[in-house]
């Protein structure tokens, strides 16, 4: 699963859960101990649009793990059971049960052994608008099956069905063992109504139209999968196929993007192709689907052979034109169908060989696709927000937690991927793809964790790396290092001191390169740190240009570099990495003050990777430094005609800043761009110096479609200088984005906005809106985003009260309560 982030709060995910803090400490969270094993599952689904229900008839065929069993435990939450029955080839046999609302406890016909199989016949209706579950930082509830506009009342919104199923939440909508560990095949068969496509694990083996408008789809999975991976789909789709080796790889969007789907997802044959091939294991499954889900909140999940990815993946025409933002989202799932859905996490403790391998092959397609430049940035960008986490106090693994929900965190995404960079660099790329290799196919449709990792690569490496798992997969934190370095002319040696100041006083065992550098020349040394203090020689005839303290930049370490300005300026054009570039580039930024700094930064706007030239636009847009004519120079020639989209549109937002009203030509005629973000970045910069322009032009703008920065301008613009006459555009778009951090940022400058608003009905649909955001953001993240929507909505509610509205201030008070 690819998660949602709020920026703002990134990854810091709060309990959603009331057990007293000292007790969940107490219970060890180790795999779900096996009495029954999940055979197959056959499921007969209809769907009862009118109440959200799903009218089921299940088959379930089990057999006892070891020991004898005479009792199955089902989980079945939430349901209307009707009947329960042994099936004996086609004849039923009533069993009797006790059902609470969340389990089955099914008292079989006689003992099963090892070695025999039964089937249970269950039927029922499961309720899930009816089943209040505990929710989770992935979604606002924990459900399972969602009609999305089941009545067809919202005309701008699709009917849909989805089901969400991980961690436990399939069992809201069909009884089964609902833990990882279990495996099994299954077989859906589905009615729908004729107009509606279906979806669901592996391929559709048959489809027949009934007389009453509806049709039976059956889809056959016979390939073991866990049943939090169990899918179904179901909507008015348009359906884009592909194919890798003959085996079908197809899209489902909105009738809309169908013209756009393979810009969107077109890369994944390639990508299946790349991963089969690093990994030596050809893809295992039947066909590869990928379906978008409306009001669907956390990100996408790795279903077996059916992803569901939330709406922001369907971009249009102009959006793409500045990058595929879904592309490491599409990457991330599809590499779950090894980590993930062909070897499963052995319980949600172990979650991070799930998790931290699909993240970090966002690095691996980035590297192979763009260079080594992007895939270095990604796994930057996922380090970084890590840090911005502040979990250092949490394991890798973990076996004591409040709930499983919490597992799903920077520590098991981001921490995780980047202690697999390092293991990486350790043992060398063929041992690392080695081992990789050896354990998928150890534990092939089965379940793995870190200790069967460890054992793969040991058994490949022949190295004891006990020390490696222990301090970074069953221990907690990173390392602070303190890096300083001493010349000694006399005796012509280089002394590099470093110092690990994390304040846990606990010490890592760091392997790393140091590359020192004199003139043109660079020498490589490998070191190991394990000390709180290590202090490296090296023999050097001269004062070295620059040495790199892990030169392959591959620590999960945040560090403090004493270098001066000249070392990061030759660091900058000398060095192997992005991020040696990004070192030396934020360190230019901090000293502008400094002709050499000022230099660096200036010369990193034509840097070869665009990502660091967007680094160089964004130091000189946040500085209250007067900028050079050459450097304004050169920003014109990037907002003018950099290949970049994103480039163009950061330059301009440094035109901007400027205020020069020679630019309002070339700030109109950059409305008309084929970018989104080009165009509002050029109606931002124009509105800082003619707001009546910026204003009209947003009204001609607003006719048209508009999206992402060019619709966040517009709207802008609108509660900026605009009054209730827009207030059907704002509200609309407002209410229309989905729930992520761009409507978060949106929120402050709306509810000023509704401060403009007089008319009751107006005003009240804007507070609801806002009221319904706060709701359907996941309920981990409340703890964060409540007090400031609150905050919010107070200000506004003091506003309508200085202005005498107290009829608007009071729907404020009652829709806070």
């Known amino acids: 699963m690819k998660k949602l982030l709020f920026a703002f709060f990134v990854f810091t995910y709060a309990s959603a859960f009331s057990q007293k803090a000292d007790d969940w400490q107490k219970i060890y969270r180790g795999f779900a101990t ?14 009862d649009y009118a109440h959200s229900y799903l009218n089921g008839k299940e088959w379930i065929t089990l057999k006892p793990h070891f020991y004898p069993t005479d009792s199955l435990t089902l989980d079945a939450k939430g349901m209307q059971i009707d009947k329960i029955a042994m099936d004996k080839n086609g004849k039923m046999l009533p069993l009797t049960y006790q059902y609470d609302s969340l389990q089955l406890k099914i008292k079989l016909d006689r003992s099963y052994t090892q070695n025999e199989k039964y089937t249970i016949y269950i039927q029922y209706t499961a309720r899930p608008n009816d ?8 979604i606002t509830d924990a459900k399972g099956l969602y009609f999305i506009n089941p009545l067809g009342k919202d005309p701008n919104k699709p009917t849909q069905i989805w089901t969400q199923g991980e961690t436990e939440s399939n069992s809201v909508w069909i009884p089964t063992i609902d ?3 279990q495996k099994c095949t ?6 729908v109504p004729d107009k509606y496509v279906t979806l669901s694990n592996g ?14 789809d059956t889809w056959l999975m016979d390939l073991p999968h866990s049943p939090y991976l169990f899918f179904i789909g179901v909507g008015d789709y348009a359906i884009v196929k592909d194919s890798y080796k003959g085996k079908e790889v197809s899209y489902y969007v909105e009738k809309p993007y169908e013209s756009v789907a393979r810009k969107i997802f077109g890369h994944t044959p390639e990508m299946i192709q790349f991963y089969s091939n690093i990994l030596g294991i050809d893809f295992p499954w039947q066909k590869y689907a990928q379906i978008v889900g409306r009001d669907y909140v956390s990100g996408a999940m790795e279903n077996t052979t059916a992803v569901l990815h939330q709406e922001s993946a369907q971009q249009d025409a102009r959006q793409l034109t500045d990058e595929n933002i879904w592309e490491e989202t599409i990457a991330h799932e599809l590499f779950h169908h090894w980590f993930g859905d062909y070897v499963t996490c052995e319980s949600w403790s172990n979650l991070t060989v799930n998790e931290s391998f699909a993240n ?13 430049e992007a895939g270095d940035y990604q796994n930057w960008k996922d380090m970084n927000d890590y840090f911005l986490s502040n979990s250092d106090n949490k394991d890798l693994v973990r076996f004591y937690y409040e709930n499983r929900e919490d597992m799903f965190d920077a520590v098991s995404y981001n921490k995780g991927g980047r202690i697999l960079h390092m293991l990486r660099n350790y043992v060398g790329d063929s041992a690392f793809f080695k081992s990789l290799n050896l354990y998928l196919n150890s534990n092939k449709f089965g379940n793995g964790s870190a200790v069967k990792l460890r054992l793969a690569f040991e058994a490949v490496t022949g190295k004891d790396l006990n020390w490696f798992f222990n301090q970074w997969y069953f221990g907690s934190g990173h390392p602070i290092l303190d890096i300083n370095y001493v010349y000694d002319d006399k005796a012509h040696l280089e002394k590099v001191i470093v110092q690990q100041k994390q304040v846990t006083g606990k010490i890592f065992k760091l392997p790393f390169a140091i590359d020192i550098y004199t003139g043109e020349n660079r020498q490589r040394y490998q070191v190991c740190a394990e000390n709180a203090i290590d202090t490296f020689y090296f023999k050097v005839d001269e004062k070295p240009n620059l040495v790199n303290v892990d030169a392959d930049k591959i620590l999960l370490a945040q560090k403090t570099d004493h270098k001066t300005v000249s070392e990061f300026f030759y660091q900058y054009n000398h060095a192997q990495n992005y991020l040696d570039k990004r070192e030396a580039v934020v360190y230019g930024g901090n000293h502008l003050d400094d002709i050499l700094g000022y230099t660096l930064v200036e010369n990193a706007l034509y840097d070869p990777f665009f990502r660091v030239r967007l680094q160089a636009l964004n130091i000189f847009n946040n500085t209250s430094q007067t900028l050079h004519q050459p450097t304004i120079d050169k920003i014109e020639k990037l907002a003018k005609s950099d290949p970049k989209k994103l480039v163009k549109a950061g330059a301009i937002d440094v035109l901007g800043k400027l205020k020069n009203k020679d630019y309002k030509s070339f700030f109109i005629n950059s409305l008309q761009d084929s970018s989104y973000s080009v165009a509002g970045a050029a109606l931002n910069a124009l509105s800082k110096i003619d707001s009546v322009e910026a204003f009209k032009q947003a009204l001609t703008l607003s006719k048209a479609t508009a999206k992402g920065r060019l619709l966040s301008s517009i709207v802008n613009m609108f509660m900026r200088y605009g009054d209730a006459d827009n207030f059907d555009y704002v509200a609309y778009n407002f209410n229309a984005l989905p729930v992520g951090q761009e409507k978060f940022e ?6 000023v906005y509704l401060a403009k608003i007089n008319d009751s009905t107006q005003f009240k649909r804007g507070v609801d809106y806002i009221i319904q955001f706060k709701n359907d953001i996941p309920q981990a993240y409340h703890e964060q985003t409540d007090p400031f929507i609150k905050l919010f909505l107070n200000e506004l509610k003091s506003k309508k009260q200085t202005m005498g509205q107290v009829n608007l201030a009071n729907y404020i008070t009652e829709k806070l309560k």
């Open 131 to 138: 089943f209040k579950g505990e929710g989770s930082a992935a």
């Open 746 to 751: 949106l929120l402050p400058d709306f509810t």
């Open 360 to 372: 970090y092959s966002e690095v691996l397609w980035d590297t192979y696709k763009y260079g080594k």
């Open 203 to 216: 391929k559709l083996i048959k489809q027949q139209k009934n007389n009453n408008n509806t049709r039976t």
């Open 179 to 181: 833990k990882p560990d």
């Open 186 to 191: 299954n077989e859906f068969i589905l009615t």
């Open 34 to 47: 096996k009495i029954n094993d999940l055979v197959h599952t056959k499921l007969e689904a209809s769907f």
